[in-house]
Structure formats: structure tokens, C-alpha cells
């Protein structure tokens, strides 16, 4: 084997059929009789677990239920109805990322509001934007900033960037969160029964694995950070199993090849430089404390927020959409009566279908 082959090859014991079935068959002889409820807290998980037809092949006591993992999804709709008023305001440009136009707010959405004649521009990070705001000084950008950890230094990196060249026609509507505080959230919940998690691998990346240490010493709720090939989830979930069964209950880490233990500092105090913790509204949670990102004083004229005088209305939920109720676990993508029927893909009822790293997407695509 030459030296370029090795790492394919590492990377194929990820997908190894063999370890696969022994891992399902070693989860199988942990749980047993339990009945034993995991909740993955990653879109990507959500998406990997659906692509590799985990749900179907689990255990029968074992029932893997989707998360908040999804930022889009979690975006409230009061966020979604400030970014369509935002695209509304004379001589504003709004950049977003593409899952963000199909997303329904209360009464529009900002492909709509695109289709109406907003000038509303699908960017692939956040600098596209700040590029778009030095070559067109004549206009207003404001860039619609969701996310959890993993994306939330970039955001704090073009912010600095753009105090650095000193534009003054771009801001940031910032609807950033932190996944800590969701799952305190869903393990506080006495209508959801969760007895592990499944812990972001991204995210993670970033925080480490102190900030989940909660769930195992407050809640006795088991957590494995874990990747998101096959072996990785099973073998996440297989810890998951031996903890539950062992009540032992800790958080460890299944992907080292990715996350350490200390996360990145680095990105940590980036985000922090720019960001303070506030409280936000969450699709499905409400609004809880200190679980967002603001702005600082300090960068307040790069504030779409402070910058604009954007009108705010009693928001409006999708009649018959339970997206909410999916992202804390209360029921399956397939328990809202609109999945597959008045809700899919093509025509989306709920953010929980628009993203590509959303359950009911998952779960259509998939078929579970």
C-alpha cells in the first residue's frame, strides 16, 4: 500500500460492514429489555443516522429521536419575521445563506419577499457578504447571521474585518445560539425522557467537552461527542448503552480524531470579543436564558438590530406544523399530521423540512 492509499484506508474501517453488525450486535446484549431512549444533538448526525437506516436496524428497546441540532431549524419564527421586515427597509441588501430563504416566517418568507422585489442575495459565508458591501457602497448590507459554536467565530471574524476596513454599509442581524443551555432545557423537560445524548461532533469542536459536564452530574444523563461515520455513531452509541446499563453516567468522547478535550480556545475568545451571552427564543423551547449571541457595545454600529428601526409583530405559527415539538424529541418527524402530506420537501410547511440538516428532511428523504 503507498503512503497516499493509507489514508483511505484508515477511512474505510469507519464504513467497515463487519464492525457495523458487531457493534449492533453488542448494543443489542447491553440494553437487552431496557427500553432506552437517545437523542442525537447534530443535524449531521440526524442526516447520517437516516442515510445509513440506523433508526430501522436498532435494537427494539433502542429509539434514537432528533434534536435541536438543526440552527436554521431552531430559529425562531420572531427571528424569521425580523429578517423579512429587515429585507423590506428601502436601499437594504440582505445576504443569508440558502436554507434561510424557504424558511416561513408569520406571514412571508424572504424568498418571497426576493420574489416581491427585495434585494434579498444567497451568500456562502459570512465575507461573501462583507465583499458584497466594499464593491456596492451605494447599498445597506446586512447579513442574517444563524448558528451554533461551529460557525459563530467566522461571523466574529468578519465583523472585526469589517471595523477593520471601516464599511459602514454592512451589519450583522445576529440569531446565533448555544447548544448548552437547549439541552438543559430537554433534560429539565418532565414530558420528554431522554437517558442519553448523542453530543455534536462540530459543535464540540469548538467547546470541548466541559460545557455538557451538567448532564451527567445534575441530571445523571449520559453524553458521548462522537463523529459521524457509522463506526463513530454506533460506537457512540454502544458507550451510551454500557453507561445506561452501568448507571455511570459521564460524558466522554468517541472522536478524538476530531475533538479534544479543551475544544479550540482560540475560536472561543474570537467569539467572545465580538459576542455576549443573552437570552433567546428557540423554535420548540421558548425563550431561555443566556442561550444567545449579542452583539457588543462596542461593535454596535455593526448591529442590523441597533442600526435599523425593524417593526416587530405577534408572531404567527404555521397552523398544524409541530416542527417544535420534533426538535425536543416529544415525537417523530412522522407523529405531525402534516409530514409527507400538505408538508415536504418541494413545498415546506416547517423550517424542520426546509434545511438540509433538518429531522423531517432527514426523515423524507430517508423514509425514517
Not at 445509513?52 to 440552527?71: A, D, K, Q
Not at 429587515?86 to 443569508?96: D, K, M, S
Request: net charge neutral.
Amino acid at each position: 500500500m503507498s503512503a497516499s492509499d493509507a489514508p483511505a484506508a484508515a477511512f474505510a474501517a469507519f464504513r467497515d460492514p463487519g464492525l457495523v453488525r458487531e457493534l449492533i450486535a453488542r448494543i443489542g446484549r447491553i440494553v437487552g429489555d431496557r427500553a432506552v431512549n437517545l437523542m442525537e444533538v447534530c443535524g449531521t448526525h440526524t442526516m447520517s443516522i437516516g442515510r445509513y437506516g440506523f433508526r430501522s436496524v436498532m435494537p427494539r428497546g433502542v429509539r434514537l429521536l432528533s434534536g435541536p441540532g438543526c440552527p436554521v431549524c431552531v430559529t425562531s419564527t420572531q427571528d424569521i419575521d425580523r429578517a423579512v421586515a429587515l429585507a423590506r427597509v428601502p436601499g437594504v441588501t440582505v445576504a443569508t445563506f440558502g436554507d434561510m430563504m424557504r424558511v416561513p416566517g408569520s406571514r412571508s418568507s424572504l424568498r418571497a419577499e426576493k420574489a416581491a422585489g427585495a434585494d434579498v442575495r444567497v451568500v456562502y459565508s459570512p465575507l461573501d457578504a462583507l465583499d458584497i458591501a466594499e464593491r456596492e457602497p451605494g447599498r445597506k448590507v446586512a447579513f442574517i447571521s444563524v448558528g451554533f459554536e461551529t460557525t459563530t467565530p467566522a461571523v466574529a471574524a468578519t465583523l472585526l474585518e469589517a471595523a477593520e476596513r471601516g464599511l459602514g454599509n454592512f451589519s450583522v442581524l445576529a440569531a446565533n445560539k448555544m447548544t448548552p443551555p437547549a439541552l438543559r432545557a430537554i433534560a429539565d423537560d418532565p414530558e420528554t425522557r431522554i437517558d442519553g445524548f448523542i453530543l455534536p461532533g462540530h459543535v464540540s469542536t469548538i467547546t470541548g467537552l466541559a460545557p455538557y459536564r451538567f448532564l451527567a452530574d445534575e441530571f445523571g444523563i449520559p453524553g458521548v461527542v462522537t463523529g459521524f461515520e457509522p463506526v463513530d455513531i454506533l460506537e457512540g452509541i454502544e458507550q451510551l448503552a454500557l453507561m445506561i446499563a452501568q448507571g455511570a453516567p459521564k460524558i466522554r468522547n468517541a472522536y478524538r480524531r476530531g475533538v479534544s478535550e479543551e475544544g479550540n480556545p482560540t475560536a472561543r475568545a474570537l467569539t467572545d470579543r465580538v459576542f455576549e451571552p443573552a437570552d433567546a427564543r428557540w423554535r420548540g423551547l421558548g425563550e431561555l436564558p443566556r442561550s444567545g449571541l449579542r452583539i457588543r457595545e462596542g461593535f454596535a454600529r455593526l448591529d442590523a438590530a441597533r442600526r435599523f428601526d425593524i417593526p416587530e409583530e405577534p408572531a404567527r405559527e404555521q397552523p398544524g406544523c409541530r416542527c417544535g415539538d420534533v426538535l425536543r424529541g416529544r415525537i417523530a418527524p412522522t407523529g405531525c399530521p402534516l409530514f409527507g402530506r400538505a408538508c415536504t420537501p418541494e413545498h415546506p410547511v416547517g423550517p424542520c423540512m426546509v434545511s438540509s440538516e433538518g429531522s423531517c428532511a432527514a426523515y423524507h428523504r430517508y423514509r425514517g
